[in-house]
């Protein structure tokens, strides 16, 4: 159980920096926003285009703020549920980004910690075998440059009430987007990596210096062993702040 869950959480948690890449300062300056109040900046229409509904995800989630990210940290709760169990394990967790280079902690002691990094070349993880998907080819890193060469946009039918389109990238890889057509807000996004399905669903946001911050968001990872799954509460956030290379040194 302690190996299943650790490679879950580690590979989930991946999707968490680019669900939060966006560019603020810190939650101290955050304000929460309703899930359902705000209207979108882009209308969305029943004639939307794929194109227009990642361009109307873009300008909800920021604009250019959003595009723009240099570094964030998250600091939290999250309660950890393996394959088919409903029972949860708390824990905390940290994670640092910048660029391609990422840190991700769990502390759920006293059944286990776990660590992963990637210095941008190589990757460690206190897990042998838990490998991450590329931060920048899956999730909202994609959706941020849906519009530059070697991406394309596709559309995908309606879940629910929402609206879907994914995204491709050159080598393959792919992002499925559902949005909120009322807020143009990413409510949930899909991807496959080394032959698992991850998902995130968005709760709660906070609106950061002009950008939007998934605060409260499930991850979700489909394995032969059942759904595993993840329920994160960020409840610090800084952003852009300076993050040396200390921050991601791999142990000797």
Known sequence: MK??????????????????????????????????????????????????????????????????????????????????????????????????????????????????????????????????????????RVLANFDQPGYTVTALPDKKKLRGFRIAGSEGNATDFYLDPATGRVMNYTFTFNGYNFGTENRKFKEVDGVLVPSSFTQRIEMPQGAAFAEFNAKEIKINQPLGDDAFAIPN
């Open 3 to 140: 190996r299943i869950l650790s490679m879950s959480f580690s590979l989930i948690a991946v999707a968490l920096v680019a669900a939060a890449s966006v560019q603020s300062q810190t939650e101290t300056n955050a304000k929460a926003v309703n899930p359902i109040a705000a209207a979108p900046v882009v209308a969305i229409t029943s004639a939307s285009s794929p194109t227009d509904l990642a361009r109307a995800a873009v300008v909800a989630q920021g604009g250019d703020k959003f595009k723009s990210l240099k570094s964030i940290v998250l600091r939290g709760s999250v309660d950890l549920y393996g394959p088919n169990s409903t029972q949860s394990i708390p824990g905390g967790f940290v994670l640092a980004n910048a660029g391609d280079k990422m840190r991700m902690e769990v502390d759920a002691r006293p059944l286990f910690t776990f660590k992963q990094i990637f210095d941008g070349q190589q990757s460690y993880s206190s897990l042998p075998g838990a490998e991450m998907p590329p931060a920048s080819k899956f999730g909202m």
